[in-house]
């Protein structure tokens, strides 16, 4: 199944939501630090709400720790950045994809430009800088877990 990577997070906020997506969609998300904010901060229960125990989380103290950690488990890491020229839907994507976003003030650095695999775009409309990050990870994760049929079953309605 692919996994969401949040790289040196800034705005608790934005990851609390991207945590409860990934809590909602069984996703395991892995946190690159450092972060700007406590990442056991109450913010994040402010938009993760209580679906943050339901989290598969595992931090990374940084950059390198998580590099370390990528190489020995084979993950692909695919990087959503408006530097991309393929859009997110034109990607291929597999159950070992590895999806990272980047800081909401300042993207992630060259070095993590060229570790990634692969870069993938959410096309917009000319003149417009970029999307909120949990709004982009919620596209770009969408069409990994369609295309790698990783959506958990739906629940039954309650009666």
């Known amino acids: 199944m692919p996994r969401l990577a949040i790289y040196q997070p800034d705005i608790p906020q934005n990851t609390g939501t991207m945590l409860r997506l990934a809590a909602c969609l069984d996703v395991p998300v ?8 406590d990442v056991s901060d109450r913010n994040l229960r ?6 943050l125990n339901h989290a598969a989380i595992t931090r990374h103290i940084s950059w390198r ?19 991309a020229a393929t859009p997110y839907v034109d990607f291929a994507y597999r159950p070992d994809d ?8 300042a993207g992630v650095p060259d070095e993590v430009h060229h570790a990634a695999q692969a870069r993938v775009v959410v096309p917009m409309r000319t003149g417009m800088r970029s999307l ?11 069409e990994a877990l369609r295309q790698t049929h990783s959506f958990p079953p739906p629940a039954l309605p309650e009666t």
Do not use: H
């Not at 909120?132 to 969408?142: D, E, F, P, S």
């Open 132 to 142: 909120n990050v949990a709004v982009t990870a919620a596209m770009i994760l969408g």
């Open 30 to 37: 892995e946190i690159i630090e450092p972060a700007a904010f």
């Open 98 to 105: 590895i999806i990272l976003v980047g800081r909401e003030s």
């Open 46 to 51: 402010r938009s993760g709400m209580d679906y």
């Open 65 to 83: 720790a998580f590099e370390a950690w990528r190489q020995e488990s084979k993950g692909r890491l695919i990087l959503a950045t408006t530097k």
